[in-house]
Nanobody
Framework: QAQLVESGGGLVQAGGSLRLSCAASGRTFSSYAMGWFRQAPGKEREFVAW????????NYADSVKGRFTISRDNAKNTVNLQMNNLKPEDTAVYYC???????????????WGQGTQVTLSS
């Protein structure tokens, strides 16, 4: 069983950057594909990015492509989301999640963190 803890959220001006981190417990981190999702007030949770078990393959939502970068360090059991050129519509609670296979479907992820708030000020 994996436990995930996100960090790095905060208040940032539009155009700025933030780096989110997700620390995973357990010795099987490298056996999971990892994803980032976000949920804005009044909206459904949406896919942001995923990264394969090895870290070689990544996939992004069109809304963040070219601005966000997902990465992982299997030796440190961490997955990161570097967010650049942030926009007001990026305001949301961001969650990391673990899945047996990389997917954009939230319901296929087995483990979730508690989320970290990202707020953009215009």
């Amino acid at each position: 069983q994996a436990q995930l803890v996100e960090s790095g959220g905060g208040l940032v001006q539009a155009g700025g950057s933030l780096r989110l981190s997700c620390a995973a417990s357990g010795r099987t981190f490298s056996s999971y594909a990892m994803g980032w999702f976000r949920q804005a007030p009044g909206k459904e949770r949406e896919f942001v990015a995923w990264i394969s078990r090895s870290g070689i393959i990544t996939n992004y939502a069109d809304s963040v492509k070219g601005r966000f970068t997902i990465s992982r360090d299997n030796a440190k059991n961490t997955v990161n989301l570097q967010m650049n050129n942030l926009k007001p519509e990026d305001t949301a609670v961001y969650y990391c999640a673990a899945s047996a296979s990389p997917t954009v479907s939230a319901h296929l992820y087995d483990y979730w963190g508690q989320g970290t708030q990202v707020t953009l000020s215009s």
